[in-house]
T-cell receptor, first 110, second 115 residues
Framework: GESVGLHLPTLSVQEGDNSIINCAYS??????FIWYKQESGKGPQFIID?????DKRQGQRVTVLLNKTVKHLSLQIAATQPGDSAVYFC?????????FGTGTRLLVSP | ETGVTQTPRHLVMGMTNKKSLKCEQH?????MYWYKQSAKKPLELMFV???????ENNSVPSRFSPECPNSSHLFLHLHTLQPEDSALYLC??????????????FGEGSRLTVL
């Protein structure tokens, strides 16, 4: 069955470092992926997305990489800031729904 | 402010109570969702409404009853819940497409505690 999972439940980094959050998916037919950020007490917020016809997409301080060969997705955050502390989810889209991974908690220390 | 408003933000209820969660979206979307978020578990899809028709009921117990009176409003009616139903209930909306869905816009969630 389809599943979306994350390799690490918690990632701790120092302020200013680059962060890499990983995600594995199992549905090779998936053609669209989204990264969400969820801060404490809030709902998930869209960060960046990528379609399966791309292998890299960049936003402001964030980059998403897609490796379809091994069904792997990653989110890179450059110069991580305390405000980046949150839980990050990858999501795989299907017909009229999103399938979410468990989430990785990013902790940024000064 | 995401354009999706959920009320109440916090709710405490006994197992014999009947309560409702409300969601309203101001984005002109035509599909709305209820997700359940428990600690250390992935977001679980509960219900999907597209064009006010329920298109998915993801094996949710009958003590949860959704209602979508129009494309801007979504309710989740709760009755005789169990303590394990305590969770954050998230509403989301999107503009439904013919194929796969796109980005979902989430509300802040309703934190439910069942005593």
């Amino acid at each position: 069955g389809e599943s979306v999972g994350l390799h690490l439940p918690t990632l701790s980094v120092q302020e200013g470092d680059n962060s890499i959050i990983n995600c594995a998916y199992s549905n090779s037919a998936s053609d669209y992926f989204i990264w969400y950020k969820q801060e404490s007490g809030k709902g998930p917020q869209f960060i960046i997305d990528i379609r399966s016809n791309m292998d890299k997409r960049q936003g402001q301080r964030v980059t998403v990489l897609l490796n379809k060969t091994v069904k792997h997705l990653s989110l890179q955050i450059a110069a991580t800031q305390p405000g980046d502390s949150a839980v990050y989810f990858c999501a795989e889209t299907g017909f009229q729904k999103l399938v979410f991974g468990t989430g990785t908690r990013l902790l940024v220390s000064p | 402010e995401t354009g999706v408003t959920q009320t109440p933000r916090h709710l405490v209820m006994g197992m014999t109570n009947k309560k409702s969660l409300k969601c309203e979206q101001h984005l002109g979307h035509n599909a709305m969702y209820w997700y359940k978020q428990s600690a250390k578990k992935p977001l679980e899809l509960m219900f999907v409404y597209s064009l006010e028709e329920r298109v998915e009921n993801n094996s949710v117990p009958s003590r949860f009853s959704p209602e979508c009176p129009n494309s801007s409003h979504l309710f989740l009616h709760l009755h005789t819940l169990q303590p394990e139903d305590s969770a954050l209930y998230l509403c989301a909306s999107t503009r439904a497409k013919s194929k796969n869905t796109g980005e979902l816009f989430f509300g802040e969630g309703s934190r439910l505690t069942v005593l």
